[in-house]
């Protein structure tokens, strides 16, 4: 079987980048069309509260559930948990596009939540089909897939919902469906059978429990930290980042909707050619800490925005952000997967998905607080001060293979 350049067999890759990519695509597609599913049940003045109800059953299933789904593919193997989470994606998107009732709605973004797991899975396959040193590449591969699958959401949402708006979902559904059979046929269990894995207990399924042990291990505990002063900020980053062009630049939602293109464009070209020269220059743990400060400048930028409206300052801030944001998750990830060691990748990149599910559910309610009611800036320079917090914090040398 032939391999990529980073030693992952080339079906196993296009698998894990396909189920990469549809995952991604799904939230820039699910998101533009909701609004118009809802207001079929739901009164004008009941509309917001449904869709944060939505989002919350989406984000609290894929925390209840990604921890215990990558414990299970330490123990079971990663082959049919993400065959099973692609699955459970195909089901959840045809559900809710075949609602006929509020209830049916959230029951379809919680079994999708649910299922969710497929990404600590796919980082779990790469950690045990590369060498330490081709991990960190192999992991960009994977995000520029999330990055092109966030240009194309609310492209391909657009286009389809010319013919309805379930019609994208039926999409969506059909795609991860095709998926599945293509891992069913072509891809191989990544996990070694002589691996040693600790007997499964309650403890593994417990998110808190699970975040709890993973937090007590010391290799891990700056990562995690890191991972959490960074999501906090992006989620705010991404549900203000509109609204923001919107009130200091009168933007229209499509010219809004460049930016998150943007991002999307940066984060293809980051991951999928800078991310390797800059690994092979700085090591992991030195690019992680460049990702920061590139992110950080790119808050601060928007802060200013507030302050000095100006398009060109507000593409500068974005590009800032989404260069930083792309070579650090990539790192973060590469060096979790060292941390970790052969035997708990996919408990670890579980927990850490778990955590980032978590926190995406507190980072929009803080944000859009300190937005309303201090002032427009004060997410943003929140946080650059945050992702300041967890360079401060990171690990001081670079971390070796666990074993």
Request: proline share 5%; glycine share 10%; with cysteine.
């Amino acid at each position: 079987m032939s391999s990529s350049p980073g030693g992952v067999p080339r079906t196993l890759l296009w698998f894990l980048v396909c189920t990469v990519f549809l995952g991604a695509m799904g939230i820039g597609l699910v998101n533009p069309i909701v609004p118009y599913l809802v207001e079929r049940f739901a009164a004008q003045r009941d509309l917001a509260l449904v869709l944060g109800l939505l989002a919350i059953s989406y984000s609290g299933a894929a925390f209840l559930a990604a921890p215990a789904l990558g414990a299970l593919s330490d123990r079971f193997g990663r082959r049919p948990v993400l065959l099973l989470s692609v699955l459970g994606s195909a089901v959840g998107y045809a559900l809710f596009g075949a609602a006929n009732a509020i209830w049916l709605l959230i029951v379809g973004r919680l079994i999708d939540g649910l299922t969710a797991g497929n990404f600590s899975a796919a980082f779990a396959a790469v950690g045990d089909s590369t060498r330490p040193e081709d991990r960190g590449r192999c992991f960009g591969y994977l995000g520029a897939s999330a990055g092109a699958g966030l240009i194309a959401g609310p492209a391909v949402g657009g286009l389809l919902a010319r013919f309805g708006p379930a019609a994208p979902l039926y999409f969506a559904a059909t795609l991860c469906l095709m998926n599945a059979l293509f891992g069913f046929f072509f891809m191989p269990e990544t996990r070694a059978s002589d691996a040693r894995s600790e007997p499964l207990s309650l403890v593994h399924l417990n998110p808190l429990s699970q975040l709890r042990l993973l937090l007590e291990l010391p290799a891990l505990r700056p990562l995690l930290t890191a991972s959490v002063l960074f999501t906090i900020p992006f989620a705010m980053m991404t549900t203000l980042l509109a609204l923001l062009s919107k009130d200091r630049l009168a933007w229209t939602a499509t010219q809004a909707s460049t930016v998150f293109i943007a991002v999307g464009l940066c984060d293809v070209a980051v991951q999928g050619a800078l991310l390797g020269r800059v690994l092979q220059r700085l090591g992991e743990r030195r690019a992680a800490l460049l990702g920061l400060a590139l992110a950080a400048s790119g808050l601060a930028g928007m802060a200013l925005v507030s302050a000095l409206p100006s398009a060109w300052l507000m593409f500068a801030a974005v590009v800032a952000f989404a260069v930083g944001e792309g070579i650090f998750t990539a790192c973060l990830s590469a060096l979790l997967s060292l941390a970790a060691g052969p035997e708990a990748q996919g408990r670890v990149q579980g927990g850490s998905q778990g955590l980032q599910s978590l926190t995406q559910i507190a980072g929009p309610l803080v944000g859009g607080l300190l937005y309303a009611k201090i002032h427009p800036a004060m997410p943003f320079a929140l946080g650059a001060a945050l992702l300041l917090a967890a360079a401060a914090l990171f690990p001081r040398s670079e971390l070796q293979c666990s074993t």
